[in-house]
């Protein structure tokens, strides 16, 4: 038998459950994201909230949870380059863009529409990668197969590499 508290909490776990749902497909990012962009900023974003408690005292005391940011605008040598996301491995306070470079991952999605249609379009793709691991950029590549198929592991790989660079 059901107690009054597991109802009450069902309830306000759907509650919960519509409310994140709204709020995240209703983001700012969301629309201007690919859909293989939008199925991992939204997986980050539910990752985030379930791995918030598991964080160790340091993390809250320090604002060192990684922030991921869709659609992070680089310029190097006066050329703008677009990253799928940008995600940030030091203490927000201090965080500057221009000058923590090392504090960054990047992480593109490569979906074979995009970055391998073409010869072109893959040697385009191969040089600014060039381009950014000279100017010292760290670079985390996905396949959109990779994805579809399980996006929880690729969130998992990223986590687990910030982890290693955090602690």
């Known amino acids: 038998m059901e107690s009054k508290v597991e109802k009450w909490l069902d309830r ?3 509650d919960l459950k519509e409310y994140l749902k709204e709020k995240l497909l209703n983001s700012y990012w969301y629309d201007i994201l690919t859909p293989i962009e939008q199925k991992f900023y939204l997986a ?20 060192k949870y990684p922030l ?12 703008k380059y677009i990253v799928d ?28 529409l995009w970055h391998g249609s073409t010869p072109e379009q893959y040697t385009k793709e191969k040089e600014r990668e060039r381009v950014l691991f000279n100017e010292g950029y760290k670079v985390m590549r996905f ?3 990779e994805i579809y198929k399980d ?17």
Not at 87 to 102: F, P, S
Not at 151 to 167: A, D, P, S, T
Request: glycine share 4%; charged share 35%.
């Open 85 to 112: 996301f940008a995600v940030v491995m030091n203490n927000l306070r201090d965080w500057d863009a221009e000058k923590t470079k090392n504090d960054l991952l990047l992480i593109e999605l490569d979906s074979y």
């Open 68 to 79: 991921l940011i869709p659609q992070y605008e680089i310029t190097v040598k006066n050329k």
């Open 44 to 63: 980050w974003e539910i990752d985030r909230i379930g791995r918030y408690d598991e964080l160790s005292l340091d993390y809250y005391e320090h604002n």
């Open 151 to 167: 996006v929880e592991k690729c969130i998992n790989e990223v986590i687990g590499y910030l982890q290693g660079e955090m602690i």
């Open 143 to 145: 396949s959109g197969r």
């Open 12 to 14: 306000e776990l759907e």
